[in-house]
T-cell receptor, first 115, second 111 residues
Framework: NAGVMQNPRHLVRRRGQEARLRCSPM?????VYWYRQLPEEGLKFMVY????????ESGMPKERFSAEFPKEGPSILRIQQVVRGDSAAYFC?????????????FGSGTQLSVL | RKEVEQDPGPFNVPEGATVAFNCTYS??????FFWYRQDCRKEPKLLMS???SGNEDGRFTAQLNRASQYISLLIRDSKLSDSATYLC????????????FGQGTTLQVKP
């Protein structure tokens, strides 16, 4: 049973380009969470999705950022017109349900570097 | 005020030492509490859950004080392999299961 798969592991973009980060949850998991970790900081919640639905996007910047989790395929975090401040590690986590005691399983992350 | 606050450290201790980390949280409705470990900005991994009654897992002991909104992690007989960043994590009722992370406390165990 493969764990949470994120790709790419490293992504380099120039300012103004688009970044697409992909996350495939563990088999049987229908809940996906995206977190961002800026240098020297802790992980910050961005968005929580279930299949075809955004449940909580309270941590998403208002502009340039979007997320989706289609019926088929991985969850996608999309950043348009990237800026240097977007450089960070982006982690995806999945769970089978919404119990607050339910363990989240994290992917290895995507390190985004904006030149 | 941050929802979850930790002393970032670093804590530099010799092998065999006992070290304690503290964490405070601001939301009294917080429901579940965890310590995660993160190595070199890799993915965080669950170390242990934290209960009001306290819990122990080998050399690791976690305590929760709801009245003071305070969580602690004690590591006894530190090993070199314990060097990592320790993240205090809470969730709260109605929070759709999302985790709120502290910024982490860095531990460096020296030979």
């Amino acid at each position: 049973n493969a764990g949470v798969m994120q790709n790419p592991r490293h992504l380099v973009r120039r300012r103004g380009q688009e970044a697409r980060l992909r996350c495939s949850p563990m088999k049987g998991h229908s809940h996906v969470y995206w977190y961002r970790q800026l240098p020297e900081e802790g992980l910050k919640f961005m968005v929580y999705l279930q299949k075809e639905n955004i449940i909580d996007e309270s941590g998403m910047p208002k502009e340039r950022f979007s997320a989706e989790f289609p019926k088929e395929g991985p969850s996608i975090l999309r950043i348009q017109q990237v800026v240097r401040g977007d450089s960070a590690a982006y982690f995806c986590a999945s769970s089978p349900g919404t119990s607050t005691n339910e363990k989240l399983f994290f992917g290895s992350g995507t390190q985004l570097s904006v030149l | 005020r941050k929802e979850v606050e930790q002393d970032p450290g670093p804590f530099n201790v010799p092998e065999g030492a006992t070290v304690a980390f503290n964490c405070t949280y601001s939301n009294s409705a917080s429901q579940s509490f965890f310590w995660y470990r993160q190595d070199c900005r890799k993915e965080p991994k669950l170390l242990m859950s934290v209960y009001s009654s306290g819990n122990e897992d080998g050399r690791f002991t976690a305590q929760l004080n709801r009245a003071s909104q305070y969580i602690s992690l004690l590591i006894r007989d530190s090993k070199l392999s314990d060097s990592a960043t320790y993240l205090c994590v809470v969730t709260f009722s109605g929070n759709t299961g999302k985790l709120i992370f502290g910024q982490g406390t860095t531990l460096q165990v020296k030979p």
